[in-house]
Nanobody
């Protein structure tokens, strides 16, 4: 069993920054693909950023250059640094993990993970 716990969401003004964290525990390997997916009210889940089993990193086009994903294997923690936030970034952000062996781009495109956190809400006001 894998447990993922996100934190770091909140409310900011446009142009602001936030850092999301996701602490993983349980039977999770250090090379498990992990990533972030978001869902706005009334919208579908969309992949935001991911790290593949080979360490490859991918971002969705709307967040490229503004968001940075990273992982600290020693702390079993995944991060998402978000800067220059826009109102359209408002959503619930979910941390995901997968026991597959695919590149980060796959997880951004598919938003497909085996394990999920409970989500953390991000609200960006204009």
């Amino acid at each position: 069993q894998v447990e993922l716990v996100e934190s770091g969401g909140g409310s900011v003004q446009a142009g602001g920054s936030l850092r999301l964290s996701c602490v993983a525990s349980g039977r999770i390997g250090s090379n498990y693909p992990m990533g972030w997916v978001r869902q706005a009210p009334g919208g579908e889940r969309e992949g935001v950023a991911a790290i593949g089993s080979d360490g490859s990193i991918a971002y969705a086009e709307p967040v490229k250059g503004r968001f940075t994903i990273s992982k600290d294997n020693g702390k079993n923690t995944l991060y998402l640094e978000m800067s220059d936030l826009k109102p359209e970034d408002s959503a619930t952000y979910y941390c995901g993990a997968h026991n597959g062996r695919l590149k980060g781009a796959y997880y951004v495109a598919s938003a497909n993970f085996h394990y999920w956190g409970q989500g953390t809400r991000v609200t960006v006001s204009s």
